[in-house]
């Protein structure tokens, strides 16, 4: 009987050191994965706060590149169109209305005195405008009044030049209005690129970006001079 209490007593005891085993086990397992989710909370907690700085820096960097190229385009319109400015009263300055040269009658029908007289008082208050807006009042100014009458213009040019421009019309047929006029402002060697720019209202790289272009299309080389190639091959 006492044989059988003991091995009752020691089976109940193996019994409860198995269970306590267990639940210790179990105890430790549940500790465990608590201290791994708090540490995977801090973790994405910390990635939050790092994703949320990073897309702030973002933004500043964003704003502050915006800012330095609003400033920078400014700058660049601002100079450009002083430069065109410049350009525009050296005409004017040169411009003689009694000497009926074909530049001056060009200028002459450009309203170049009016124009001028215009911009010259608008570039004095260049201090309280931007250079988007100095270039806006520019274009408006030099181009959207009155605009050339090209066909005059060529019939003096042609006038001048004997009927060049006409046969030049003729033998190449294939060149385009602009391309046109910059061919035969080029023979006309009064006029320099800057000059040409502003009267045709386009860009100097685009100047002379078509003139290269032109000479290819002729079959012109580079660096000779556009009125005695055309006096040499139209004749």
């Not at 109940?12 to 179990?26: A, R």
């Not at 700085?53 to 704003?63: F, H, N, P, V």
Request: aromatic share 10%; proline share 0%.
């Amino acid at each position: 009987m006492n044989a059988y209490k003991e091995y009752y007593q020691y089976t109940e005891n193996v019994f409860d050191s198995e269970k306590n085993n267990k639940l210790l086990e179990i105890q430790r397992t549940y500790d465990f994965e608590k201290v791994k989710n708090t540490e995977n909370r801090l973790i994405i907690k910390q990635q939050k706060a790092v994703i949320t700085l990073s897309l702030a820096l973002l933004a500043a960097g964003i704003i502050i590149f915006l800012y330095y190229r609003k400033s920078a385009r400014n700058k660049r319109l601002l100079l450009e169109t002083e430069q065109k400015i410049e350009s525009l009263q050296k005409m004017a300055d040169n411009f003689s209305k009694e000497n009926r040269t074909f530049r001056n009658v060009l200028l002459d029908q450009f309203g170049i005195l009016r124009k001028t007289a215009l911009i010259e008082d608008t570039s004095n208050k260049k201090e309280q405008i931007s250079g988007e807006k100095l270039m806006k009042k520019f274009n408006e100014i030099v181009y959207g009044q009155d605009t050339l009458d090209w066909n005059k213009l060529y019939r003096v040019m042609d006038n001048l030049k004997n009927g060049l421009y006409s046969k030049v019309r003729k033998k190449y047929p294939h060149l385009n209005e602009t391309e046109f006029r910059i061919c035969c402002l080029s023979c006309e060697t009064d006029f320099i690129d800057k000059e040409i720019m502003i009267i045709l209202g386009t860009t100097l790289n685009m100047v002379r970006r078509i003139r290269s272009d032109l000479r290819k299309k002729i079959g012109m080389r580079k660096g000779e001079d556009f009125l005695k190639f055309f006096e040499n091959t139209v004749q």
